[in-house]
C-alpha cells in the first residue's frame, strides 16, 4: 500500500494529511495557522514541519510514502512548479522554485495544483461527481474557483490553467474584478459580491431584518448573516440569493454548453445556501439551454466539504488523473 500526503495551503490555514488514494480515507490530519505575510521560506517551513507532523502521527514508514500534493491558493505553472499569483499570501512566489524546493526539503516526488482544481478531483472521485465521465465543479467563497473533468481526467490546459469558471463573463460592462477582467462570475456570486448587495439592500432602507441582525453594525454582514435571513423568510434576503444564483446559471448554462456535463457540482461556504442558490441556477439553466440536454444535467452540492482539497492534493500527487 502506497500513501500519498495531501497538503491545503489556505491564506489562513495550513492543512496536510496523510491519505489512502484508493479510497480517499485520511489517516492522519495535522492544521495551523498559513504565516501568511512572513514570505515563502516560513510557508516552505511549516508545510516541510507539518509533514514531518503527519508522517509521524501516520506510523508509516517514509518508503510507504508516493509523494506529496499541494493544493495552492491561486495560479500554478505546472510545468515549472511555481505558483504564479497567491492574492492571499505574502510574497514574489514567481521566483520560488517551489516545487523543487519542497521536494529537497522533505524527500519526497512533489505535485502543485490549484486548489479548486483539487478538490474538483476529490468530488469526482469520491463525492459528487462520482461515476461520471464529464462535470464541472464551482467552489464559491471569497473567491469563485473551478475545475473540469473531461472523458475521465482533469482537464488541465495550458500550464493548468483550465477551469477558472468564476472568471467567465456574466455581465459584458460588468464590475472590474479583481482578475483584471470585468463582469465576472465573482463579482456576483461570491461571499463578498451577496454581503455587498445585503449592505446596499440595508442603506437603501429596503424591507429587511438582516440590519437587526448585526445590530446596524455593517462590517459585521457576511453571507452567513444574509443566509441566516434568507432562512427566516425575509424577501429583500431571499432576493439576493436569487439573484447570485442566476448569474451562477449563465456560467453553469456557458458550462453545459462547452463540455456537456453529466453533473456540475457546487461547493464551498456559499453553497450552504443549498438550492436557495442552486434553484435559481438550474431555472436559468432551463430557460438559456436548448442545444444539449440541459434536463440530464445535474446540478449538485458538493459532497466532501472542507476534506476534499486534502483528498484531491494526494489523489494529484498520486497520479490518478493522469492516463
Ligand atoms: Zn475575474
Known amino acids: 500500500m502506497t500513501y500519498f500526503i495531501g497538503v491545503d495551503l489556505g ?19 495535522r492544521k495551523m495557522a498559513t504565516p501568511n505575510r512572513a514570505g515563502p521560506a516560513a510557508v516552505i517551513d511549516s508545510i516541510s514541519q507539518l509533514i514531518d507532523e503527519v508522517v509521524a502521527a501516520g506510523q508509516v514508514t517514509r518508503e510507504a510514502i508516493g509523494g506529496a500534493g499541494v493544493g495552492m491558493p491561486g495560479l500554478v505553472d505546472l510545468d515549472r512548479g511555481v505558483a504564479l499569483l497567491l492574492p492571499n499570501i505574502a510574497g514574489n512566489w514567481p521566483e520560488v522554485m517551489l516545487r523543487d524546493v519542497l521536494e529537497r526539503r522533505i524527500g519526497l516526488p512533489v505535485r502543485l495544483i490549484n486548489d479548486v482544481r483539487a478538490i474538483t478531483l476529490a468530488e469526482w472521485r469520491f463525492g459528487a461527481g462520482k461515476g461520471v465521465d ?14 473540469v473533468v473531461v472523458n475521465g481526467r482533469l482537464h488541465l490546459g495550458i500550464s493548468g490553467s483550465a477551469g477558472e469558471l468564476g472568471h467567465q463573463v456574466v455581465e459584458p460592462n460588468g ?27 440595508i442603506v437603501q432602507r429596503r424591507p429587511t431584518c438582516m440590519g437587526e441582525l448585526v445590530d446596524q453594525d455593517l462590517n459585521r454582514i457576511t453571507v452567513e ?5 434568507a432562512r427566516m423568510g425575509d424577501e429583500v ?31 464551498g461556504g456559499v453553497a450552504a445556501a443549498g438550492d436557495l442558490l442552486l434553484d435559481p441556477a438550474r431555472r436559468t439553466v432551463r430557460e438559456r439551454v436548448f442545444l444539449m440536454p440541459a434536463d440530464r444535467v445535474e446540478i449538485v452540492p458538493a459532497e466532501l466539504g472542507n476534506d476534499a482539497g486534502l483528498i484531491g492534493a494526494a489523489l494529484w500527487a498520486a497520479g490518478k488523473a493522469l492516463p
Open 237 to 267: 434576503a431571499r432576493t439576493i440569493f436569487e439573484q447570485a444564483g442566476a448569474y451562477l446559471g449563465i456560467a453553469v448554462a456557458n458550462t453545459l454548453l462547452t463540455i456537456s456535463p453529466r453533473k456540475v457540482v457546487v461547493g
Open 175 to 201: 464590475a472590474p474584478c479583481n482578475c483584471g477582467g470585468r463582469g465576472c462570475l465573482e463579482m456576483y456570486a461570491s461571499g463578498p459580491a451577496i454581503a455587498a448587495r445585503a449592505i446596499q439592500a
Open 225 to 229: 448573516v444574509v443566509l441566516q435571513a
Open 134 to 147: 464529464t462535470m464541472a465543479c464551482y467552489a464559491i467563497g471569497t473567491g469563485i474557483g473551478g475545475g
Open 11 to 29: 491564506g489562513t490555514n495550513l492543512r496536510a494529511a496523510l491519505i489512502d488514494p484508493a479510497s480517499g480515507e485520511r489517516l492522519a490530519v
